[in-house]
């Protein structure tokens, strides 16, 4: 029991190392490339959301699939951890603790302003087999929410400053935020936190927005009546209808928190714009299967001399931990 507990704290300490490495290598690339990118769009939501969540994903497996078996099979018995072991065994559960807290408080503020806005809701549009949740009380025009099994909530004055065909392809922009599970997306950013990451994290949303258009919209008339619902719902809205709950997708806020009138605008301006030029066809570029190949060569490579692997492990554990 004492053996395996020394695995585990080496294998935090492991993890802690690793994941403050190689998070702010992450935010130096991402500044670099943010600071020559001349596109106002912002690419594939995939890679960002990818390349946000990295340092935790390689963190999390090389503790646990990696170091903790590495030190399993070739660590002496006999103690010989140094405190700076503990202290960064310490900050590792730290980070843990601290994403654990943020995902709590983002679901149960969330939670409370949708019982805020449903308050008025009759009970007939909240079965669970509705396509649709109605709200008041001040809700945005359309909002994605739910984690497991997301629902998309309309406001009572976007049924009414919007047409019916606008009404149906902001509905589907949220069943593309759903379909993307963004929502589920943004509890994992909420998991992994790291100072320096807010840019990156405002790029993902910006690209899941545009991605969320595209895939509403499947002629040129679609296009423009969604650029019309964006238009109409931003001269219509107040100033606290374009904020969102940390855990949802709105159909014209991409951020939790409202810090500009202008960068919202220039969010709407960037989308209209785009969906004013729709020429048939657009998608932004898919890179999961590509991402899932690699991936998979990585593992199979791994898999194939998972003992070298191991052996490396365990030297460089040697190393990085006192």
Known sequence: MMFAARGVIVSLAFFAVVYCTLSPVVALAWWAVSRVR????????????????LAFAVSGVAAVFFAFPSFWLMERAALDEDAATFVLAGCALLILGAGLVRVLGA????????????????????????????????????????????????????????????????????????????????????ATPFPGMSSLESAWREAAELAADDAAVASRQEALDLAAALLKLSRSLSPAQWAEPALASGLISGSSSIRSSSINSLSISLRVERLLAWQGGRRIARVWPWALSALGIVIAGIASHYGATLALTHRLTELLVP
């Open 107 to 190: 679901q149960i503020r969330t939670m409370r302003t949708v019982r805020q806005w449903m308050a008025e809701t009759p009970e007939g549009d909240r079965e669970a087999g509705s396509v649709a949740l109605s709200a008041a009380n001040g809700a945005p025009a359309l909002i994605l929410v739910g984690i497991g099994r997301p629902r998309v909530m309309v406001s009572d004055m976007a049924a009414v400053v919007l047409s019916h065909d606008e009404l149906q392809v902001a509905i589907r922009h949220e069943l593309g935020h759903k379909r993307s599970r963004d929502n589920l997306k943004k509890v994992l950013i909420s």
């Open 38 to 53: 001349r596109e106002r769009t912002a690419g594939s939501p995939e890679f960002l959301f990818g390349m946000r969540i």
